[in-house]
Each structure stands twice: as C-alpha cells, then as structure tokens.
C-alpha cells in the first residue's frame, strides 16, 4: 500500500495538533511544519501526497510558498485552509493552480473527502 502523506504548513499549532490526529484516524501520514521555510527543508517530491497550507503565516506566506513550489519539479496540489480570506486571495491561489481553497471552519468530512479527492488524483498523475 502507498503511504499517503498528507504535508500541513500552518504556524498555529493547535490546528496542526489536530489535523494531525483527524489525518490518522483516517489512514493518512500527517506531516506537520510551523512554517514554510521548514516544509521546503523537508519536502521530499517522490510520493502520493498533498499540501494543506495556510495562507497567512510569519515569514514566508502560503502564497509564497505556492509560487515557490510552482517554479520546482514535483509539486505537490495545494488545498488552502485558512481563516483569514477575501475573493482576492482566494482567486490568486487557485489562478496559481490550488486544487482547493477552503475557509475555516470546515467539516471534518469535507476536509477528507477533498483530500481524498486531490491525493487519489495525484496517485493516477493527474496533478493539478
């Protein structure tokens, strides 16, 4: 079975803590990052996987990192999760090719399935 590694950036901690744990209980490989700048440092391009990244972060912001990652080989789809949102940013993000962008609070069934939907595509090639 392909480990389906799910990558949070997001600099709150209690949101990473618990997508962590609602990413487990449902079969998934959380990997968590404060920043950033520690994802690019980590980032390994060679599985099944997906991004959820909050735009409005200390240093370098989801945006950012999107473009950052744009200009790499291997990027993985990006599903914005975020409190903090306007019709700007969100068209921004997905123009810039973000499979997602979801504000908070979003059902723990809504986040799942979406990124059920972005990792089994990613699976078959077909990265957005």
Known sequence: MTTRVV??????AAVRDGLCLLLES???SPM??????????AYRPDQA???VLDVEMAGM????????LAQRDGSPPII???????????MRAL???AADFLIKPVSATELLKRIGVVI?????????
């Open 26 to 28: 449902a079969g998934y």
């Open 61 to 68: 912001s989801g945006l950012e990192l999107q473009a950052e």
């Open 80 to 90: 914005f999760l975020t409190a903090h949102s306007d019709l700007t940013t969100s």
């Open 49 to 51: 996987s997906c991004l």
């Open 120 to 128: 089994e595509s990613g699976e078959q090639g077909c990265r957005t």
């Open 95 to 97: 123009r810039a090719r």
């Open 32 to 41: 968590p990052f404060e920043s950033s700048e520690a994802f690019l440092a």
């Open 7 to 12: 990558y949070i950036v997001d600099d709150d």
